[in-house]
Nanobody
Framework: QVQLVESGGGLVQAGGSLRLSCAAS????????MGWFRQAPGKEREFVAA????????YYADSVKGRSTISRDNAKIMVYLQMNSLNAEDTAVYYC????????????????????WGQGTQVTVSS
């Protein structure tokens, strides 16, 4: 079992930045591929970014590519999502997800590939 707790959400003006954090705990949480997803009201949960447990592989959705960075600290078992140049379309609940894997370089981009989820943190961008 892996437990995930997100933090760092809030209200930010358009053009601003936020860093979301995800604290992981539990068995084998340090060897989990991790991802961030988001869900806006009335929309399906969508992929934002993912990172392998080695940190060598990262993926980004086109909508955030170039202005977001996913990173991890395996010593602290933390995953971060730095988001810059935020706009109203970034408003959503952001979820951290984890998937145990034996392959250090694997990362996953669909919700179905993750077994563990956090409760989410709200990000609201005001225009």
């Amino acid at each position: 079992q892996v437990q995930l707790v997100e933090s760092g959400g809030g209200l930010v003006q358009a053009g601003g930045s936020l860093r979301l954090s995800c604290a992981a705990s539990g068995r084998s949480s340090s060897t989990s591929a991790m991802g961030w997803f988001r869900q806006a009201p009335g929309k399906e949960r969508e992929f934002v970014a993912a990172i392998s447990w080695s940190g060598t592989t990262t993926y980004y959705a086109d909508s955030v590519k170039g202005r977001s960075t996913i990173s991890r600290d395996n010593a602290k078992i933390m995953v971060y999502l730095q988001m810059n140049s935020l706009n109203a379309e970034d408003t959503a609940v952001y979820y951290c997800a984890a998937q145990l894997t034996r392959r250090a370089s694997h990362a996953f981009t669909t919700p179905q590939q993750y077994d563990y989820w956090g409760q989410g943190t709200q990000v609201t961008v005001s225009s």
